[in-house]
């Protein structure tokens, strides 16, 4: 697999369509920290790291989030923008604007992974993994 983060959006995307509760993925470091953003932004309801036997990472676990009236997903649009064939960079005064500020970008930079709002806030750039809205 050569971007194992596009498998981790699709595998969410593909849930979330078949309105699945929870979805189990390969887990890594930075698949780790994408999945406590997404929950400290609201976006998943849940999640569990999990020691597999036999694999060296695990399994992530996640619990998904719907309105419990409308059955409407928390996340409507989640959007791989970097890419190993085209990674994309940005500084303090280029950060996207996810709809218009109602939405995230998930940014990779030398202080974890993190937010474009708190890239904006402690004024540092990186990589634009993803958008969430």
Do not use: W
Not at 35 to 51: H, P, Q, R, S
Request: hydrophobic share 35%; net charge positive.
């Amino acid at each position: 697999m050569t971007d194992p983060i596009s498998d981790y959006l699709t595998r969410l995307r593909n849930a979330i369509k078949a309105k699945h509760k929870i979805v189990e993925i390969p887990s890594s470091r930075l698949k780790k920290e994408i999945t406590k953003v997404l929950f400290d932004k609201g976006y998943i309801l849940n999640y569990k790291f999990e020691e597999g036997e036999g694999q060296l990472q695990g399994n992530i676990k996640i619990a998904l989030k719907y309105h419990p009236v409308t059955k409407i997903p928390a996340i409507k649009t989640i959007k791989r923008i970097s890419r190993p064939g085209l990674r994309k960079y940005t500084g303090i005064d280029t950060m996207p604007r996810v709809l218009n500020g109602l939405g995230i970008a998930i940014l990779s930079t030398s202080h974890g992974v993190i937010t474009d709002k708190e890239a904006k806030a402690k004024n540092i750039g990186g990589e634009v993994l993803c958008y969430v809205y």
